[in-house]
């Protein structure tokens, strides 16, 4: 299964055994812990990725909160990143410049 698949899939049943047991609110902010990428210690592990969860996290240039955070590096000379509110919230203390992208790559 692709990994998108298989995240909604999770999160249909974390929200169907949540109700059962009357944990709605707990089984959604579980939810959104899997879901969300793991914090990265270093801009260079961000980029070369980790294993977790079975999955793979990498974001070779960088990941940014929006679309107009990514445009925005777009038009000052650096690579796409990756465009991922959680992504970016987890890794928050990476982004030195508060410019809404953290790890940007430039242009060589």
């Not at 990428?37 to 974001?59: A, E, N, V």
């Not at 240039?61 to 465009?83: D, E, L, W």
């Amino acid at each position: 299964m692709k990994k998108r698949s298989m995240s909604k899939l999770l999160a249909a049943v974390l929200l169907v055994v949540g109700s059962m047991f009357g944990a709605g609110s707990a089984t959604l902010e579980a939810h959104a812990i899997l879901l969300a990428p793991p914090p990265f210690k270093t801009c260079r592990q961000m980029h070369r990725g980790i294993h977790l969860f079975g999955g793979l996290y990498r974001f070779t240039y960088g990941v940014a909160k929006s679309k107009k955070a990514a445009a925005r590096q777009v038009a000052a000379g650096f690579h796409r990143p990756t465009i991922s509110s959680g992504a970016y919230r987890n890794n928050l203390s990476l982004d030195r410049d508060l410019d809404g992208t953290a790890c940007e790559v430039r242009w060589p």
